[in-house]
């Protein structure tokens, strides 16, 4: 085991994972433990929305880790994933994003598979005349495509690999399905489109920083310069903490009233808040929020890789997809709503483009991810993050946004189930 690795113990010195060590972020094998223990673990992983499939044999491919899948609707309208890996000899079966098909035919020797990820078609089962085909005791019944366990809630499907996975409900948490119903549920979502963004960081550091409400206000200069997004705004965070099954979190932050003088007094001295900058067209920052209850800010992080964002009227499904230890892939599905006037889908665009890759949040956060990446593969090895913001002690739901709390359970949680803490089923490895 290398010394200072995540799944060396000794690594992980305090116990509120108030240090988490460096080498988390860049360990190769601590990675491939991830793909064990977490994305084919006892969890729930995000496929996609039930209205990407909306006929019998739409399908679309995802990642769950390393490993790629299909999801289906098939005839009795259920919803099926497998391996995208023949059973013959492992070929890649779908090379499609996203399509329609009444069955799936590996292109190399032609088996085919039924919605259902069964075996149904072998060409030259019986030879030729008598000779060749395959052994009498061969059954297509033994070779169909590896499934997992799909289940949904509310239109979001989700796979496992794992033989007996917590019930989806107990796994998402009593708060997650509350933010859920608030934002999947109350209107009929459609999907406006996709956007993908390659970032140089592992993908954990992407969930800490989805976590993390201290550097929106930081980091993101346009939402301070403009209001959209300050340190004196009401907000904190909510905690679905269950060791066993769960642990997911929601940043949230509500609009504030005219605090310039205030956050004039917390930025003093850097230099960078200027109370007299106006934007020539102000109209991206005027988009009116459409779901009155006042909160301009919710981002709910369901483990291990899936983020249910609303930034003002924009609402996303953002999805990780782990490149290796170093690299993760941003997978971005925006929604709209059947309901939507064309006045709201154009201001959901808008501000859609303004979070996104291209715009002025996804990109800044992906910079501050690879600047972290960097920063610590190219340090001598060891040392620790330190995440004391907000203070230390237990992970629970806060009514400030300067803190780094969520951080911490979002660590609570993988330590646990990468077997670090010795819970019983799950040992170390030496
Ligand atoms: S590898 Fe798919 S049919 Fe042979
Ligand atoms: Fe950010």
């Not at 003093?268 to 009155?292: C, Q, R, S, Y």
């Not at 996104?356 to 960097?374: C, F, H, K, M």
């Amino acid at each position: 085991m290398n010394k200072g690795a995540a799944h060396d113990p000794d690594a992980w010195p305090t116990s509120d994972f108030s240090r988490v060590p460096y080498a988390v972020f860049t360990d190769a094998d601590t990675y491939q433990l991830e793909n064990e223990r977490i994305f084919r673990g006892p969890v729930w992983n995000y496929l996609c929305h039930e209205v990407e499939l909306p006929q019998v044999g739409s399908f679309v491919t995802n990642w769950i880790g390393d490993t790629q899948v299909v999801v289906t609707r098939s005839e009795d309208q259920g919803f099926h994933a497998f391996e995208n890996s023949c059973a013959h000899r492992g070929a890649q079966l779908v090379t499609a994003v996203r399509g329609r098909a009444q069955s799936l035919t590996c292109p190399y020797h032609l088996w085919s598979y039924s919605l259902k990820g069964e075996l149904t078609g072998v060409p030259l089962l019986k030879g030729l005349k008598g000779k060749g085909g395959m052994p009498a005791s061969f059954q297509k019944s033994d070779h169909g495509l590896h499934v997992l366990k799909v289940q949904s809630h509310e239109g979001l499907i989700f796979g496992s690999f794992h033989d007996a996975p917590p019930d989806l409900k107990t796994f998402l948490g009593p708060h997650s399905l509350s933010q859920i119903d608030r934002l999947l549920v109350q209107r009929k979502p459609k999907v406006l489109g996709y956007l993908r963004q390659r970032i140089p960081g592992n993908w954990k550091l992407y969930n800490e920083n989805v976590r993390d409400p201290y550097h929106g206000s930081l980091l993101h200069q346009f939402q301070v310069s403009f209001g959209l997004q300050q340190p004196t705004m009401q907000g904190g965070i909510k905690v679905d903490a269950d060791l066993k099954n769960t642990w997911n979190h929601s940043i949230l932050s509500a609009a504030d009233k005219d605090n310039q003088a205030l956050v004039a007094e917390a930025y003093e001295g850097t230099g960078k808040f200027n109370p007299d900058m106006k934007m020539a067209d102000p109209a991206l920052i005027h988009v009116p929020l459409d779901l009155g209850d006042g909160y301009k800010t919710t981002i709910l992080s369901i483990f291990p890789t899936l983020v249910i964002a609303q930034v003002d009227n924009t609402y996303a499904i953002r999805h990780l997809r782990p490149k290796g230890p170093n690299e993760v892939e941003l997978h971005i599905t925006y929604l709209g709503f059947e309901s939507d006037t064309p006045e709201q889908t154009h201001d959901k665009m808008l501000t859609a483009n303004f979070i996104g890759p291209s715009g002025y949040i996804s990109l800044e956060d992906g910079e501050a991810l690879r600047l972290v990446q960097q920063g610590i593969r190219h340090r001598r090895p060891g040392g620790h993050e330190v995440l004391e913001m907000g203070g230390v002690g237990p992970v629970q739901d806060t009514d400030y946004l300067s803190q780094e709390i969520s951080i911490r359970g979002f660590w609570h949680f993988y330590h646990h189930i990468m077997g670090l803490d010795g819970a019983p089923g799950q040992e170390t490895t030496a």
